[in-house]
Nanobody
Framework: QVQLVESGGGLVQSGGSLRLSCAVSGVIFNAADMAWYRQAPGNEREFVARISSGTGRRTNYADSVKGRFTISRDNAKKMTYLQMNSLKPEDTAVYYC?????????WGQGTQVTVSS
């Protein structure tokens, strides 16, 4: 069983920063691609950032977060992170950690990020 648990969400003012964490169990973590998605009320879940397996040499970001968010991973700790800087009210959403490995496509329960103006 693959389990993902997000943490680090909260309330922050615009321009502030948060660091989200995702702890992974039940899988060979370094073989999996990791990603973050988010979903605001009334909106579809959207891609935020992805990091490739292994040492994470390849990363992708949504245009809306490029230059502000950074995804990273720590294979020894089986964790992935999303550093969120220069936050905007439109970043307000539930953020979900996602793991992909072969046919596996697993999701965490999400962590709420609220950015006030």
């Amino acid at each position: 069983q693959v389990q993902l648990v997000e943490s680090g969400g909260g309330l922050v003012q615009s321009g502030g920063s948060l660091r989200l964490s995702c702890a992974v169990s039940g899988v060979i973590f370094n073989a999996a691609d990791m990603a973050w998605y988010r979903q605001a009320p009334g909106n579809e879940r959207e891609f935020v950032a992805r990091i490739s397996s292994g040492t994470g040499r390849r990363t992708n970001y949504a245009d809306s977060v490029k230059g502000r968010f950074t995804i990273s991973r720590d294979n020894a700790k089986k964790m992935t992170y999303l550093q969120m800087n220069s936050l905007k009210p439109e970043d307000t959403a539930v953020y979900y950690c996602n793991l992909k490995w072969g046919s596996a496509d697993s999701w965490g329960q999400g962590t709420q990020v609220t950015v006030s103006s």
